[in-house]
DNA sequence: CCTTAACATAACCAGATGGTAATGAATGCG
DNA sequence: CGCATTCATTACCATCTGGTTATGTTAAGG
């Protein structure tokens, strides 16, 4: 019954290895045996990013025989990517241009 | 040299007391001494919380006199935090209505 | 049934993170 | 100058995090 909060979504989102399963979910679900390949990790490693992102309400899975689909619950979180990607620019245009 | 990265930001704003540091920086710069009071923390420890917000490159800063004023570089941060928040609530309502 | 496939979980470890207490550095003031 | 103020930094510690390897667990197939 532990709610989540501001914080605890973001540390989800905080970390490369998410981000690319993220990316990846962008076009629609995914089993496990198709995203730890594309993220080039092993199974149970993925399979604690992606136990990460459904704890903090980011995604969502269905079983089918025994695979197990996820996809993106709320695609707000694309939203925050962006932002966050626009920022990333933002600093590279500072750097090498003024200041 | 090291440029930063999505989840370097993500990773900077994933923290309660950082976020309570950027709604104290909502109305504009304000300096350590104020700072750390209101967060209710050391102030040691709210230096530190600031040194990582100015690495992310989301604040920045000046020194005026024995002081040093900080402030929200890019707020876009807020637009983050916002759909963060929203993204808790939707949570929130879902775990009370259906599923 | 027994095996295989797909996935989750546990156990373990190295490194990162956040806290405190102590110290250093710069500025302002009597 | 001597001292206080403001802040950053260091040293140290407990906890969290992410990685791997090993081990369940469940469903399908022969």
């Not at 973001?10 to 993220?39: H, S």
């Not at 025989?65 to 990607?85: C, H, N, P, S």
Request: charged share 30%; glycine share 6%.
């Amino acid at each position: 019954m532990e709610s989540i909060n501001q914080s605890e979504i973001l540390k989800a989102l905080a970390y490369p290895t998410r981000i690319e399963i993220l990316d990846i979910l962008r076009r629609g679900e995914e089993c496990v045996c198709r995203i730890f390949p594309a993220v080039k990790g092993s199974q149970p490693n993925t399979s604690k990013h992606l136990a990460k992102l459904m704890k903090a309400g980011i995604l969502d899975s269905r079983q089918e025989g025994t695979m197990t689909f996820y996809w993106v619950k709320d695609t707000r979180v694309y939203e925050i990517l962006e932002l966050a990607q626009q920022m990333v620019e933002r600093e590279k245009r500072e750097r090498s241009g003024a200041a």
